[in-house]
């Protein structure tokens, strides 16, 4: 089974800075998907950005970029010049992309963000 | 278009009571997915249905069930409930067809047990 762990229960980063959140998951699979989502006190899961296990090219989202790196299992999620609408819970998550139709995603248990002013 | 909706947003329950908890998916959107949010936790899996049929089952109880109607919606339905399924209840959508689509949370239901 596939684990995804998220070592910073809790960061925070001066506005207009940039900080770095850290994701390690274990897997067997050479194969599969990884997420990055945001979940702001609305409770909605939003999706950040993602990255395809196959793709050596880190994704890029405007201020929000990956550190992809396959053979240590990790992927870190950069977030340049922090917005106060950053502040948000942020979830890593990896999906299997073995199984056609599975959807089945593996969360971390998430990292408080906190900005300030 | 709307996103995914969920009702009702808000639930308190007793212990042993049942619950429904419904989703409406985005339009065209064929696949559903059901997590459990403990507080404090990342979401867990419950279920995943895609044109009415179980796709995905993750390690819950029996108590745990759910269906897919032919409109795309879904409920999920849990037994005998517990004080330790008070959690926040999200559901997911996407359009099921297609491998590395993202999906679309809802808001989710809170539930509370007492």
């Known amino acids: 089974a596939q684990t995804v762990t998220q070592s910073q229960p809790e960061m925070s980063v001066q506005e207009a800075e940039t900080v770095t959140l850290s994701c390690t998951y274990d897997?067997?699979?050479?194969?599969?998907?990884l997420f990055w989502y945001k979940q702001p006190p609305s409770r909605q899961m939003i999706l950040v950005i993602r990255?395809?296990?196959?793709?050596?090219q880190n994704a890029t989202e405007n201020r929000f970029s990956v550190n992809f790196q396959k053979a240590a299992k990790s992927f870190s999620l950069k977030i340049s010049d922090s917005q106060l609408g950053d502040a948000a819970m942020y979830f890593c998550?990896?999906?299997?992309?073995?199984?056609?139709?599975?959807?089945?995603?593996?969360f971390g248990t998430g990292t408080r963000l906190t900005i300030i002013p | 278009d709307a996103g995914v909706t969920q009702s009702p947003t808000h639930l308190i329950k007793t212990r042993g009571q049942h619950v429904t908890l419904r989703c409406s998916p985005i339009?065209?959107?064929?696949?559903v997915s059901w997590y459990q949010q403990v507080l404090g936790q990342g979401p867990q899996f419950i279920f995943q249905?895609?044109?009415?049929?179980?796709?995905g089952r993750g390690n819950f109880p029996d108590r745990f069930s759910a269906r897919q109607f032919p409109n795309y919606s879904s409920e999920l339905n849990v037994n005998a409930l517990l004080l330790g399924d008070s959690a926040l209840y999200l559901c997911?959508?996407?359009?099921?067809?297609?491998?590395?689509?993202?999906?679309?949370f809802g808001n989710g239901t809170r539930l509370t047990v007492t």
């Open positions: 990255q395809e296990a196959y793709k050596q």
């Open positions: 249905y895609y044109e009415k049929e179980e796709r």
């Open positions: 339009s065209g959107h064929k696949s």
């Open positions: 997911a959508s996407s359009p099921g067809d297609r491998a590395n689509s993202p999906l679309h």
């Open positions: 897997t067997s699979e050479s194969d599969y998907y």
């Open positions: 998550a990896y999906r299997s992309s073995g199984i056609y139709g599975n959807e089945k995603l593996t």
